[in-house]
């Protein structure tokens, strides 16, 4: 009621206004002066308009009528020209302005409420492409006869007054890319009955796609997309013919069920679509045969980031127009239908991150046009097929993160010379020689053919890749040199040929790269002296060479190869003789131990022993090492306790300084958590895991059995310790939004890569703050293994663990609901304690604080807050030092950074669906995480520039 009370009494106030003005009868005088006044305010240069002459006669941009025996200005269009400055709100004085266009220009401050003046004549208003701020003054509502209204791409807060969505007349209503946020009212399709274009994707809009949009059956588009519209889409999508683009991507759409995306057979009557966007919502369901009888002038289908599972069905060879089919990151299972090979005008095809097998076909040779192809992260196996070297207008391809075999064929790489962008065959089964054609890829900035079986030498070809930037072959079985000519690509920034069996010398070329920020060549056989130039000493942080015994740096190299050989023998013989001094001495030691204490170093554990668990890494250290280390294990150097002990610092005797965690044999289960840690920790590496340096299996002083697990020692202390503000920086801050999204990204790696890229996966089942520490450079790192799993069977849906019992892992709050029920270990499951712990450390709440009562939980609590009253949980401290007061409502946050930690609150919530199969991977989080931290540090960027 109060809102109509305020438009009457502005009605009256602006027709008051307009008798009082039109007394004044206006004339191309007034016009003019008002013309003049825009041009000071829009700094146009003095000349542009000649103020000798009438606006009527060529003057730029100005277009006039004969009205009343006068020339009036009707039409003020300076669009791209590059103006600066603000509107001048004299604008209003052009009373009988028809069109206004100022858009594409580099116009700032606020929309003058004056251009309401027009009310009478003003049918087109466009802003658009501005760096306009402020609100969207509610007197735009008095211009009765708009049709089109532009006001997309400027920087504008607040809400669409109701004023706005009532002019009737409207037909283009774009308000897209802003920071504009409210709800769409549920009557829009009855009060703006002449709509045909609706546009406000890109803001901060909350609430449900109003049903009645639908009922304007001759809308042709309908952008929502980029906010957070939630709810289901409403029914009347069979009554749009003219739908042309139906954009609803990126929202919090849901559907539930095998028919969940019926909304595609209601579009089959929009004869004219060409665009269909559903991407990133939470749709769920099989896609229906139906697709096949969508419009025929059909180019883009966006259905990617959804929760869509069964096959694709062959009828999606009827879309004969389309150019562009994106199904990335969803449940889609069987094979990809031979048929699709008929998309002759398809350009790009995503089909990543899904659980599609087989073999890839043939027939996707037939799409002449495709430009780009990402199969990623599947189940296909068999080998790259020969008729992909058809895709003579290719620029980038990916096909890691399968089961592929064989070899890779040269004829492929001789007829794909377009392929400008990314070559990534990662992370397969390829075997055979990396061919000599690998020369013809001039243009293609990124090769990365890691984690593969590939053999032979590096073709010398490989130099001919001049547009090269990062290049990858790490862990293959790549032999012989590194060739010369890798030296030839000028513009090579990262190199990673770790892990192979490369021999030779390092090529002194390589220090002429001066863009090259990243070498790394650990692990493979390389001799002789490592050059002492270009990026050897210029980042030498960030040079890998470790695992080549064989070269040096400080003490003169042997040149002479048979010299080189003898020396080899000869360090050989010494080396063998003194490892059998130091035996017989270890052996009297423990003889002489035994004796004197009667203690042996039997290993009282039966089901492993840890010599063979950690074997290849470090000896084991003694007990009495340990009490040393630790200073008899005193309480002054106490760190932390757990489920099954005590962990100290120490300093081992070479001055390495440890964490060194006792366990309480006590305790139901030590026993196994000892050895499930030691199995976990053998065989990974990875910068995000908490290195074990060594274990010990003996017994004490007291003849007891004593277990102990050496670790890294971490600085920093945990993340759980940083959260409740027991740990500061040295200003005596807590973490901000970047520092704690790093962390996130840091235990997102950790657990992708146990995951994902273990030779057998790993479960942690205990993820929580306080089992993530921080080193000095506040990386963090995942800790504590003992209710580790190793999943021994992976399929394409599930993943068994090695336990066989169904007892309850993890810790409470944490703990996903499927295990209270008897599932196993699984991935989900680590994914929903990555979920629940990602928005404890952005609200600074346990999921176990006593603020939750009855059936709220942090969950809930967060959901029933994202994203328009998300001041409300983000915790205190993060505000403070983002200088936001809070409880004065959520845009006194920059948008920029609301934006981002919008989307890592939706990427908690996406990891804790009750459902472990509508979660999220912790690669898919770790995608989402990484693009809102690109986010943040392209805002800090243009902060930094702003302030130079």
Known sequence: ???????????????????????????????????????????????????????????????????????????????????????????????????????????????????????????????????????????????????????????????????????????????????????????????????????????????????????????????????????????????????????????????????????????????????????????????????????????????????????????????????????????????????????????????????????????????????????????????????????????????????????????????????????????????????????????????????????????????????????????????????????????????????????????????????????????????????NGGVFVRNISSVYLEGNWKLCRDWPCVKSGGQRRKVQVLVLIITSVLAVLVGIVVIAWLLYVRKRKGLGCKTTIRETSPDLLIKGQHQLVTYEELRSATGNFNPENLVGSGSFGTVYRGFLRQGTEVAVKVLDIKMTGSRKSFLAECEALRNVRHRNLVKLITSCSRVDFKNMEFLALVYEYLSNGSLEDWIKGKKKNADGDGLNILERLNVAIDVACGLDYLHHDCEVPVVHCDLKPSNILLDGDMTAKIGDFGLAKLLMERTEITQHSLSSTNVLKGSIGYIPPEYGFGQKPSTAGDAYSFGVMLLEIFTGKSPTDESFTGDENLIRWVQSAIPHNMIKVLDPELLDLMHCLPNEGPYLIPAEEHNCLVLIFEVGLSCTCVSPDGRSSLREALYKLETARQTLFNVESVNSQALT
């Open 1 to 531: 009621m109060n809102s109509h009370i305020a438009l009457t009494l502005l009605s009256v106030l602006a027709c008051i206004f307009l008798s009082v003005d039109s007394a004044f009868t206006p004339s191309n005088v007034t016009d003019k002066e008002a013309l003049i006044s825009f041009q000071s305010t829009a700094n146009l240069p003095p000349f542009f308009w000649n103020h000798s002459s009438s606006p009527c006669t060529n003057w730029t941009g100005v277009a006039c009528n004969r009205i009343g025996g006068t020339q009036r200005v009707v039409s003020l269009d300076l669009s791209g020209l590059g103006l600066t400055g603000s509107i001048s709100h004299h604008v209003g004085s052009l009373t009988e302005l028809q069109v206004l266009n100022l858009a594409r220009n580099n116009l700032s401050g606020p929309i003058p409420p004056s251009i309401s003046n027009l009310s009478s004549t003003l049918t087109s208003l466009n802003l658009g492409t501005n760096s306009l701020t402020g609100i969207i003054p509610m007197e735009l509502g008095f211009l009765r006869k708009l049709k089109e209204l532009d006001l997309a791409g400027n920087q504008l807060t607040g809400t669409v007054a109701l004023s706005i969505y009532n002019i009737s007349s409207l037909v283009r209503f774009t308000v897209a890319s802003n920071q504009l946020w409210g709800e769409i009212p549920s009557n829009i399709g009855v009060t703006l009955p002449n709509l045909l274009y609706f546009r406000n994707c890109f803001n901060l809009f909350t609430g449900k796609i109003p049903a009645s949009l639908h009922n304007i059956t001759r809308i042709r588009e309908l952008r929502l997309s980029n906010n957070f519209h939630d709810g289901s889409v409403p029914p009347g999508l069979g009554n749009l013919p003219f739908l042309e683009m139906y954009n609803i991507g990126f929202n919090r759409i849901v559907s539930y069920g095998d028919n969940g995306l019926n909304l595609i057979t209601s579009l089959t009557n929009s004869s004219r679509l060409s665009w269909l966007a559903i991407d990133e919502n939470r749709l769920e369901g099989l896609i229906p045969e139906s697709i096949g009888n969508l419009s025929k002038v059909l180019s883009k289908l966006y259905m990617g980031g959804n929760r869509i599972y069964g096959n694709i069905p062959a009828s999606i060879s009827q879309l004969s127009s389309l150019t562009l089919l994106n199904v990335t990151y969803n449940s889609i299972s069987g094979e990809i239908p031979s048929e699709i090979g008929q998309l002759k005008e398809l350009q790009v095809l995503g089909l990543a991150r899904n659980k599609l097998s087989g073999t890839i076909p043939n027939s996707l040779g037939n799409i002449m046009k495709l430009n780009h192809v990402n199969l990623s992260g599947n189940y296909f196996v068999g080998n790259i097929p020969l008729a992909f070297s058809n895709f003579q207008k290719l620029l980038s391809m990916d096909l890691s993160d399968n089961s592929l075999n064989g070899s890779i064929s040269g004829e492929i790489f001789l007829n794909l010379p377009s392929l400008s962008t990314i070559l990534n065959l990662s992370n397969n089964l390829l075997s055979g020689p990396l061919p000599e054609e690998i020369g013809v890829l001039a243009s293609v900035v990124t090769i990365d053919l890691s984690n593969n079986g590939l053999s032979g030498s590096i073709p010398s070809s490989v130099g001919k890749c001049t547009s090269l930037e990062r290049l990858f072959i790490a862990r293959n079985n790549l032999s012989g040199p590194l060739p010369n000519s890798l030296a030839e690509i000028r513009g090579l920034e990262i190199l990673d040929l770790s892990s192979n069996k490369l021999s030779g010398f390092i090529p002194d070329k390589l220090q002429e790269l001066q863009v090259l920020s990243f070498l790394n060549l650990s692990f493979n056989s390389l001799e002789g002296v490592i050059p």
